[in-house]
């Protein structure tokens, strides 16, 4: 499997990928907003985009379709309860559906909501694993909920999904809001060396050349899996001593983890 991260350069910060088989070079277009270089880069590969798949319903993850679909006649993939907000769905995925690119590339479709409702992520059937995961995770981060979702969902996503899958599995999100995320999670949990070390690793990274981070990594640094830190819980408890405990919910921390993001 070949992945081409693509870097927009947009006011949004966008990323969307091509993702491709060495052997036959077909490719899947995942959420390709900027067209223009979706194509471009496709064209310089030699590679032919027979797929696009949507991670979620918004705007800046589905304004690409139409040019790419009509350069290439792609077929439109999406969750199948995405039908009445993304036009022209050609198959609806559910948990559990496979997704074949090219004779080499197995992408499993994995249920995500919280961010919205429909939202799904890909997670490749590699000995590497790799996660496409839209706006559901980002690197030391995690999706607002402001658009059709809810936080709620968002927890028992992270919480019964993706905390559960390797370590190793490179994650590719759909924006790049990696220093921000950071110096949340640092506002969180001062005395989290991590990510101080990595905040000043890539907070002059240029993000055509973004760092992958691993699972692993954002176990580390990512506050939104660290619901069991004491520094997260004790400055939670400063904030909120009425509603958090000495030993939390963890979903009690993440919804007041998201909470505060909001506002950030």
């Known amino acids: 499997m070949i992945v081409e991260q693509i870097w927009t350069g947009n006011a949004y910060r966008n990323f969307n990928y091509l993702i491709a088989c060495p052997e036959t070079g077909d490719a899947m277009a995942v959420d390709p907003l900027d067209h223009e270089k979706c194509l471009s880069a496709a064209k310089d590969k030699g590679w032919t985009i027979s797929q696009v798949l949507n991670t979620h319903e918004h705007g800046d993850h589905t304004g690409g379709n139409g040019p790419v679909i009509a350069a290439t006649g792609a077929k439109l993939l999406a969750h199948a309860g995405a039908k009445d907000s993304i036009a022209g769905i050609d198959q609806g995925l559910a948990a559990g559906d496979v997704i074949k690119v090219g004779n080499t590339v197995e992408l499993e479709c994995l249920d995500t909501p919280g961010h919205t409702m429909s939202h799904i992520c890909l997670l490749s059937r590699t000995d590497q694993p790799s996660l496409f995961c839209g706006d559901t995770l980002f690197n030391a981060g995690a999706g607002n909920c402001h658009n059709g979702g809810h936080p709620a969902e968002l927890y028992e996503t992270f919480a019964s999904q993706l905390a559960k899958l390797p370590d190793q599995t490179l994650i590719y999100p759909g924006h790049d809001y990696i220093v921000n995320n950071l110096e949340f999670a640092l506002d969180r949990e001062p005395d989290n060396a991590r990510a101080k070390s990595l905040l000043a690793e890539i907070e002059s990274q240029d993000p055509d050349q973004a760092m992958v981070t691993t699972l692993g990594l954002e176990k580390e640094v990512n506050t939104f899996f660290r619901l069991h830190s004491p520094s997260v819980i004790a400055a939670l ?14 979903k009690d921390v993440f919804l007041k983890l998201r909470m505060l993001r909001n506002d950030w």
């Open 237 to 250: 408890r400063e904030i909120f001593p009425n509603d958090i405990s000495d030993d939390p919910d963890p």
